[in-house]
């Protein structure tokens, strides 16, 4: 191997991607807007939701319950109602996506000790937010029966403990299909504390795992063009009646989107922190160590497949194919792993974005030190330096 | 150095059913300017390729510079140019960066770089280009181009496939004087062309049909076993000037592409009658040029005698 040529190959890609303005663009143009669609539209929290009021009762009480509402970050009040008729037209127009129906006899009720139900309508056709918001729902709601009973929790049963002359109520909420969805009054308050991410933003872990998305797609599908597109303009014939090997040209293809793939790397990081308020704990060292080891891996598969697909359109259909898709769907980026069917969570294993993504958490949220990384890494420099080796292999310097 | 430039023993080659090199056999001494000399399809690029140690044959053996297309592939790389059909140069890279390029995969010394460069880019003509995109040159100016580079390593066998396909009559003649500067240098040029007067300019030119070779001999005897002539005429007016002369005595056949047309002859002095004929007709004509008949019972007749 020469060191010469390596250079030549290094120089000769680069000047290339500099000046073709539609590679710059898939080189650092793709990735930020990846992280900004990804980050901004994957988001499994719930919050501000349109929510219109029917409020038949107008008590100070029913206004108090309302208020609750508008004070939670969930749910934003767009509306209020006169009659039946509106909800039903601010939920079919998608003006709300919530609607809270409070009965004349709710104050009634609430003071007498019976059971005060209101009505709740969900837009069930986004059944995910639906589920999440009639849970807040019923979880403002023994909130806010609790406050009014003022009862120490622990006796909230006992007839005899609460305020005189008074008998505890119970909030009952009806959900859109009918049945009470809480209403038990509450024995126990369960003090859940979260570790690691302890505002449970999902930004904080999607971002991490974004870039390990981002990483592969990248990694895949730039170099899986650059030697398809050398066959396909012609300059691949050329390339090989010289006595260039095939290690030099892929390690020289190889190191210039490397160095491209580690400015993203330490793009989105930014982006990440500054952007979207992920904080980064672990070391950035070791991200970009380990990130360069999954990169290394992700780039001979690119080539890999260039050399075996020689067009451009193959080889990039098959690089999303391969990288991409399973980064997406199988990484545990998106999906628990441990959620997902066996023979599914079997696949996940040679999934390299897989160990990449744990990684990346794992710095992210933990600050997790590399010998707590051993598998992971120990797989990805297994993983690379295979495909690395097969993809030297192909490489065929003659024409079938 | 005894060696011959190329040795070719029963040298074969298909795809699929069709056969491309069919058991060539062929020796070209050091300081020839070889010329493969048939119509397209004949089988000259994969006899290029072949020699050029970047495609395996199906069958037989060839060595080039000493040694073996099979088994030596890289080696021959080292002591070969090769200049294939199609542009294949970065279009994206200027003329100089191209150059070094190749200097750099050829691992020309630093040292004699600069006199090396100057040398290539004067006698092509491209000194004043050197920092235009090679993607913006002309097609006469993009085969000097591809020829500098491949000349970058001083190679003792050149391979040009077709180098002038394309290319402008000033360009064309420019590039064979260069090819013959190139010969007193004792380089050896194995050329491929479908042009008949640029295979004349050669020491001895190969027919190839089919993927077989048919005769092997210098200019002139393979010409006097032409049965049939065929003319390239370049015209703005093709249409209506093969409209004119088609159904002329000793005419066998008129093809119109474009802005030229071929006409096939009984023989070649009929080709003053034909623009005479022309002039009379009042169609302009701006080239015309001898190629190689590319009717098929033009070989077979051949391969008869």
Redesign the interface.
């Known amino acids: 191997m ?1 060191l ?2 390596i ?2 190959i290094v ?2 890609e680069a ?2 991607i500099l ?2 303005p539609l590679s710059l663009a898939m080189a650092f143009l793709m990735p930020v807007m990846l992280l900004f669609i990804f980050g901004y539209a994957i988001t499994m929290d719930v919050d501000n939701l349109s929510t219109v009021v029917y409020d038949r009762d107008k008590s100070s009480m029913s206004r108090e319950f309302i208020a609750e509402f508008r004070e939670s970050r969930y749910f934003t009040i767009v509306g209020y109602a006169e009659k039946q008729a509106d909800i039903d037209r601010y939920i079919d127009s998608g003006l709300a996506r919530v609607a809270i129906s409070i009965p004349e006899d709710f104050s009634k009720n609430m003071k007498t000790g019976r059971n005060a139900e209101i009505q709740v309508a969900v837009d069930g056709s986004d059944s995910n937010t639906a589920t999440i918001a009639l849970g807040y729902i019923s979880a403002i709601s023994e909130l806010y029966s609790q406050r009014i009973n003022k009862a120490p929790v622990t006796t909230f049963n006992s007839p005899h403990s609460g305020r005189e002359g008074e008998v505890p109520r119970t909030l009952f909420v009806e959900g859109a299909t009918g049945y009470p969805l809480a209403g038990v009054p509450l024995i126990v308050t369960p003090r859940m504390r979260v570790w690691y991410n302890p505002e449970l933003k999902s930004r904080n872990f999607i971002v991490p795992g974004l870039i390990a998305v981002i990483m592969a797609i990248i990694a895949a599908l730039l170099t899986s063009l650059t030697i398809a597109r050398e066959w396909e ?3 691949m ?9 095939p290690p030099e040209l892929i390690i020289g293809k190889l190191f210039t989107y490397f160095i491209i793939g580690l400015i993203d790397v330490l793009m989105s990081t930014l982006i990440g922190i500054y952007l979207f308020d992920v904080p980064l704990k672990g070391s950035p060292l070791l991200l970009m160590m380990l990130s360069s080891l999954f990169l290394f891996g992700g780039l001979s598969l690119g080539i890999l497949i260039s050399v075996v697909a020689k067009s451009q359109l193959i080889a990039s259909q098959v690089s999303i194919i391969v990288s991409y898709l399973p980064a997406l769907l199988l990484s545990g980026f998106m999906f628990s792993i441990s959620n997902m069917p066996g023979p599914l969570q079997i696949v996940s294993y040679i999934i390299p974005a897989r160990y990449f993504v744990t990684m990346l958490k794992a710095i992210y949220l933990k600050d997790s030190a590399l010998n707590l990384l051993v598998f992971e890494t120990v797989l990805l420099s297994i993983f690379g330096f295979l495909v690395f080796m097969i993809a030297n292999r192909k490489f065929k ?4 | 150095m005894d060696n011959p430039a190329i040795k070719t023993l029963n040298l074969t080659k298909s795809f699929g059913d069709n056969v491309a090199v069919d058991n060539l056999n062929l020796e070209i001494q050091r300081g020839e300017l070889f010329g493969l000399v048939g119509p397209d399809g004949a089988g000259k690029t994969t006899i290029m ?1 072949l020699l ?5 044959p199906a069958s037989g053996e060839a060595w080039v510079a000493g040694h073996s297309i099979l088994h030596e ?2 080696k021959i ?2 002591k ?1 140019g ?3 059909q ?8 200027t003329v100089m ?1 191209n150059i ?3 200097a ?4 020309v010394p630093k040292k004699e770089r600069p006199r090396r460069i100057e040398r290539l880019l004067g006698f092509s003509n491209l000194t004043p280009f050197k920092e235009r995109l090679a993607g913006k040159l002309s097609g006469g100016m993009k085969q000097k181009l ?1 020829l500098a ?1 491949a000349l970058i390593h001083t190679p003792e066998v050149l391979f040009l496939d077709e180098p002038t396909n394309g290319v402008d009559p000033v360009s064309r003649r420019d590039f064979w004087r260069i090819l013959y500067d190139l010969l007193k240098e004792k380089v050896t040029i194995f050329v491929s062309t479908a042009y008949l007067d640029e295979a004349e300019r050669c020491t001895r030119i190969g027919l190839i049909h089919k993927g077989r070779l048919i005769m092997a001999d210098n200019p002139a005897n393979v010409k006097k076993s032409m049965p049939l002539a065929m003319v390239e005429v370049w015209s703005p007016e093709a249409r209506k000037a093969a409209e004119a002369i088609k159904n002329m005595n000793g005419v066998k056949d008129v093809s119109v592409y474009g802005n030229r047309f071929h006409i096939t002859l009984t023989e070649m002095g009929l080709m003053n009658a034909i623009i005479a004929q022309l002039k009379d007709t009042g169609v302009e004509i701006t080239d015309y040029r001898s190629v190689l008949p590319s009717l098929e019972d033009v070989f077979i007749e051949m391969v008869k005698r």
């Open positions: 020469k010469m040529r250079k030549a120089k000769k000047i290339q000046r073709d303009r012609g300059t014939e050329q390339l090989i009646s010289t006595p260039v090997k310097k003659r024409i079938e | 390729r050029a140690a970047i495609m395996l592939g890289e790389k080292e070969i090769y200049m294939s199609r542009f294949g140069l970065y279009e994206d890279l960066e070094l390029f190749y750099d995969l050829y691992e591809g580079c």
